[in-house]
């Protein structure tokens, strides 16, 4: 017995030396060796891949028939084996049914019909019968026969084909591969499923539309991808229960059946995960009053946390709600931050609340820009404080009272209580935002201007009192006009500016706009 084993070794010794210099028949061999996995030949399928796949090999037909007659689809999906399975199609006729089940699940009608004509079995004869159908080609059927007669795993296959899609960035050979799923199919496998949550991700980015694969599947595919907490997917799965718009749905793309409560469940879970889209939607959900999951507490919280996760439009939302419920400077403050973040990104909403808050003053740009370089001059610091007085509507009193350098805020700048106003309301603090970008620079270079001076800028320019004086003599000598550059609102207009719910009276338009 040992001797045939020594011989034997020998002679494997001797093909891998041959292969090794370039013997073709060799390679051809040891090939087929490691695929059928032999004695002393484990199978190999990559090893066998690295013989066979030769350069020199390459057109020969038989090599090609070798290869896919010893790989089943799958592995010849796996290893990127299909332009072999093609080659080896046009001499054997289980490459053939390979070839034509492959084709089937890619949909690709032509070059099946002429893979079906070269095969006379009666099964081929059915398919084409299927396929050539007057009222349309049912793949699906036709995949079914093909499946059943050669004892083929269509949804393996399946399966296979659309990761191999996917990972090559090919979507619509993916869809087109899954749309052969039924959703009532027994025993669909977790790749299919995983494969239909990728896609609907990708779908869902990409603005695209699902048209070929049912919506149970896709619902179905989402449930088995949510349960082990993929965030797209709870999300995706959130919005279908809860009846909001998902892009990637069909015509038919309605959910089962609407269930809120699961809903709620399902987008807190994607939210918690870094979903932060998913806490605008679950403050719609709440904030509906006529809801069975309606809570306005709730629906207050996630706003917040929404905005906190810097969502422009939940920052505008509430920023308009912290406003129209302020009582204090304190939470004026707070709540043009949060309109101001969300105008820097675009939002025209939350920039139209902003300009609310700006008293008007009158006269031509250009006309005020030239004045103020002729201040320039003369005063320098009394043309800073025109500046701020021209791009936030500052009255003549606030605009000479300032301090630019504890005045200014992120979003623009705070007037602060003035003493020398003996009517009580109109001594109060006035929080005034940045409507434009030319505002925003304009108070950071009025507060490095007035850094330095620090204490003794009362000292440089005199008092309120001494700055009006010079205000009116610099005016005087070079014929400006006050109303160029200070706002003339009268005190109630002032007034109405100071306190969030009275504001809110007046701008009930621009509120009504900004929530709903």
Known sequence: MAQPKILMRRENIRLRALARAGDLDAKVKLGGFYLQGVIDFPRNIKLALEYLCAPALRYRGDVAVLICSHLDILEILEYSQVENLRKAAAFDNS??????????????????????????????????????????????????????KHNISALEIIAAEARSALSDGYYCRAEDALSLVAPDSSDIPSAIYDAIAKIVTVAEESGKTLQ?????????????SAASSNKNSCYLLGRMLAGLKTEFMGPSGASRSVNLRKAIALLLKAADKGRSEAWMDL?????????????????????????????????????????KEAKSIEHMEEGLSLLYESSITGDSLANGIIKTLVLDVNGCEEEADSGIEEVQQ???????RLRLARHFGLTKLEALSINPSTAIRPW???????????????????AVPAA?????????????????????????????????????????????????????????????????????QHQKKFLDQALA
């Open 95 to 148: 490459a053939r049914i390979k070839l034509i089940t492959l084709l089937i699940i890619r949909r690709n009608l032509e070059e099946l019909a002429f893979w079906v004509g070269k095969n006379d079995s009666v099964l081929c004869q059915e398919t084409k019968k299927l396929l050539s159908d007057a009222a349309g080609a049912d793949m699906a059927q036709a995949l079914v026969k093909i499946a059943q």
């Open 283 to 323: 403050f719609y959900l709440c904030s509906d009053y006529r809801s069975s999951v309606g809570n306005p507490s709730m629906a207050r919280f996630f706003l917040e946390k929404a905005s906190f996760a810097g969502i422009a439009e939940a920052k505008r939302r509430l920023g308009a709600l912290t406003l």
């Open 436 to 504: 434009s970008r030319k505002a925003i620079e304009t108070i950071r270079n009025a507060a490095m201007e007035f850094a330095p001076h620090g204490e003794i800028a009362d000292l440089l320019e005199g008092s309120l009192r001494a700055r009006a004086l010079k205000q009116r003599r610099v005016f005087q000598k070079i014929n400006l006009q006050e109303d160029l550059f200070f706002s003339q609102a009268n005190s109630y207009q002032r007034d109405a500016l100071r306190i969030g719910a009275r504001w809110a």
């Open 412 to 430: 623009g700048l705070v007037v602060e209580r003035n003493l020398h106003i003996r009517k009580g309301n109109l001594s109060e603090p006035r």
């Open 378 to 384: 003369i005063a320098p610091l009394l043309a800073t």
């Open 212 to 224: 070929m694969i049912p919506a149970a599947l896709i619902e179905s595919s989402l449930e088995h």
